[in-house]
């Protein structure tokens, strides 16, 4: 597994982050501490949670192997989000992300996370309530370091004009289908529907400042058709991936992984496999390089045009 560096601020990172929203579907407690044991294996030390994945049950099993196993936690990156209160608001209010913090704690079985995400914007969101929550979780020792998910460069100015500590992550969804942030910039001053900037240039602005993205949902087309991998709405990209999976002895979706890798923002992935095989499978992405040409005829073939 290849390392890198989060922002400037966090080294040995695993380029690869696990996503554990969907842990709750495994059988027990003794296969979450399997896939957990079997990322650490690989290399992976990066755990990406949220206060809202499994009403909490997520982390509450994840914490369940930690508490039996707390030798884990000094080789782990732990990351958990909050300010979605689900069906209802998002809300950003102090009282609010400290109770999401201190219950994350608990069922983390931990005494602090290493970074907190606020997740999903909040139309209410007051940026000098913000920090002083912040100021507050950090001088605690609960939260070392601070990002967003779904934010636009204006969003994250605007807390970053009250923060005192830096925005080291923005979470977005990113996938070769799913690439709208990349598709405004390559038609940019063209009147067709791909040139609409929809999150007000994102990508460059979170390179400009030293923000990992962390690509969410890398093999997802929408939340209605599910998976692109093997999905008859998108044979021609699916050609092209079992083509290059062939030429580099991977999975079609290591190749979908390696399109986000060999992008030069050096983002870093967030994989939601339950399954150790998918998740040895997929980080195969790190062995290999994809060429220039082949990244633009993956991204040509999700039927997206060049001007």
Same mark, same amino acid.
């Given at each position: 597994?290849?390392?890198?560096?989060?922002?400037?601020?966090?080294d040995?990172?695993s380029?690869?982050?696990?996503?554990?929203?969907?842990?709750?579907?495994?059988?027990?407690?003794?296969?979450?501490?399997?896939?957990?044991?079997?990322?650490l294996?690989?290399?992976?030390?990066?755990?990406?949670?949220?206060?809202?994945?499994?009403?909490?049950?997520?982390?509450?099993?994840?914490?369940?192997?930690?508490?039996r196993?707390p030798?884990?936690?000094?080789?782990?990156?732990?990351?958990?989000?909050?300010?979605?209160?689900?069906?209802?608001?998002?809300?950003f209010?102090?009282?609010?992300i400290?109770?999401?913090?201190?219950?994350?704690?608990?069922r983390?079985?931990?005494?602090?996370?290493? @970074?907190?995400? =606020?997740? !999903?914007p909040d #139309?209410?969101?007051? *940026?000098?309530?913000?920090?002083?929550?912040?100021?507050? &979780?950090?001088?605690?020792?609960?939260?070392h370091?601070?990002?967003?998910?779904?934010?636009?460069?204006l969003?994250?100015?605007l807390?970053?004009?009250?923060?005192?500590?830096?925005?080291?992550?923005?979470?977005?969804q990113?996938?070769?289908?799913h690439?709208?942030?990349?598709?405004?910039?390559?038609?940019?001053?063209?009147?067709?529907?791909?040139?609409?900037d929809?999150?007000?240039?994102?990508?460059?602005?979170?390179?400009?400042?030293?923000i990992?993205?962390?690509?969410?949902?890398?093999?997802?087309?929408?939340?209605?058709?599910?998976?692109?991998?093997?999905?008859?709405?998108y044979?021609?990209?699916?050609?092209?991936?079992?083509?290059?999976?062939?030429?580099?002895?991977?999975?079609?979706?290591?190749?979908? @992984?390696?399109? =986000?890798? !060999?992008?030069? #923002?050096?983002?870093? *992935?967030?994989?939601?496999?339950?399954?150790?095989q998918? &998740?040895k499978?997929?980080?195969?992405?790190?062995?290999?390089t994809?060429?220039?040409?082949?990244w633009?005829d993956?991204?040509?073939?999700?039927?997206?045009?060049l001007?």
């Amino acid at each position: 597994m290849k390392m890198f560096q989060i922002s400037d601020k966090i080294d040995n990172v695993s380029r690869i982050g696990i996503g554990c929203m969907r842990i709750t579907g495994l059988s027990d407690e003794k296969a979450v501490r399997s896939l957990i044991e079997g990322a650490l294996e690989c290399g992976i030390n990066f755990f990406d949670h949220a206060d809202i994945y499994g009403g909490g049950k997520s982390e509450e099993l994840f914490g369940e192997v930690l508490k039996r196993h707390p030798e884990y936690r000094k080789q782990m990156i732990i990351q958990t989000k909050c300010g979605i209160v689900p069906g209802k608001r998002y809300d950003f209010s102090k009282g609010h992300i400290l109770k999401c913090v201190n219950e994350s704690l608990e069922r983390l079985h931990t005494d602090y996370v290493d @970074i907190l995400l =606020l997740h !999903r914007p909040d #139309a209410l969101c007051d *940026p000098q309530e913000v920090a002083e929550t912040f100021n507050e &979780l950090y001088e605690a020792g609960k939260v070392h370091y601070f990002g967003v998910s779904n934010h636009t460069p204006l969003q994250i100015e605007l807390l970053k004009k009250y923060l005192k500590y830096p925005i080291i992550i923005n979470q977005l969804q990113l996938s070769i289908v799913h690439s709208v942030m990349i598709d405004s910039g390559l038609n940019m001053n063209m009147k067709e529907a791909f040139a609409q900037d929809k999150d007000g240039g994102v990508l460059d602005y979170c390179r400009l400042n030293d923000i990992t993205i962390q690509p969410w949902s890398s093999i997802q087309a929408s939340w209605a058709e599910g998976t692109f991998i093997d999905h008859p709405n998108y044979q021609k990209l699916n050609d092209v991936m079992q083509q290059l999976a062939h030429k580099y002895q991977v999975t079609k979706p290591a190749i979908a @992984i390696a399109w =986000l890798l !060999r992008h030069p #923002a050096h983002m870093q *992935p967030i994989v939601g496999t339950t399954s150790s095989q998918h &998740l040895k499978e997929t980080i195969k992405a790190c062995d290999f390089t994809l060429t220039r040409q082949e990244w633009y005829d993956l991204y040509l073939a999700s039927e997206k045009p060049l001007p």
